[in-house]
DNA sequence: CAGTCATATAGATGAATGTCAATATGTTAA
DNA sequence: TTAACATATTGACATTCATCTATATGACTG
């Protein structure tokens, strides 16, 4: 019936930048430039990147001043985590 | 570095169709004329998306005289839980 | 063998997606 | 306030992808 939710989360990790951010944040909080100086990839793709993941539920943002502080989400974590069980038990 | 191999798997499982495939072989082995019944896409693209879905190792195959028979592969199972907790420690 | 059934492959097409350059927005500093 | 910096948005473009129709392959049946 419903995927639609599953699905969009599962597509915001169907990429290998996107899989890179997360491998990133695995060691904690990191600031988009931060981010940027280690991916090979253009500002603006950085924050449509971002954005996808963050709208998922996967990742916190968090804003500081002029910079962005992005985070994995607990939370969104645990949703993708029984979803996999769910389809996977 | 390879995140190709994590991408290939997640990739398999974005999309509302693919999801709902997982979803039917949970219940067990079924041959592809059963998921075609269930699902409102013709045959030829149930085969792209068995075929997705087998090449990553999330489902295993068996052709049984004219029938193929699909089934969730336990070692893919394991293999994709265990990309998750790495990303989602 | 000829016909029918189940599945796979080929080729075409429209939609979704990742990417970039250019620009806008918002924040700090001089 | 003006300049510099960090990030977001817009619009364009090339590629990927889900889907279909038509056809091929392979297996059983009469």
Same mark, same amino acid.
């Given at each position: 019936?419903?995927?639609?939710?599953?699905?969009?989360?599962?597509?915001? %990790?169907?990429?290998? +930048?996107?899989?890179?951010?997360?491998?990133?944040?695995?060691?904690?909080?990191? &600031?988009? !430039?931060? /981010? %940027?100086?280690?991916? +090979?990839?253009?500002?603006?793709?950085?924050?449509?990147?971002?954005?996808?993941? &963050?709208? !998922?539920? /996967?990742?916190?943002?968090?804003?500081?001043?002029?910079?962005?502080?992005?985070?994995?989400?607990?939370?969104?974590?645990?949703?993708?985590?029984?979803?996999?069980?769910?389809?996977?038990?």
């Amino acid at each position: 019936m419903g995927y639609r939710e599953d699905v969009k989360m599962v597509k915001a %990790l169907a990429d290998e +930048n996107r899989l890179e951010i997360l491998q990133l944040l695995k060691s904690g909080e990191k &600031c988009a !430039c931060v /981010l %940027l100086d280690e991916l +090979n990839i253009t500002q603006p793709t950085l924050s449509h990147h971002m954005k996808l993941l &963050c709208d !998922c539920g /996967l990742v916190n943002y968090r804003k500081d001043g002029k910079w962005m502080r992005y985070s994995i989400s607990k939370e969104g974590s645990e949703k993708l985590k029984e979803m996999i069980n769910h389809y996977f038990m």
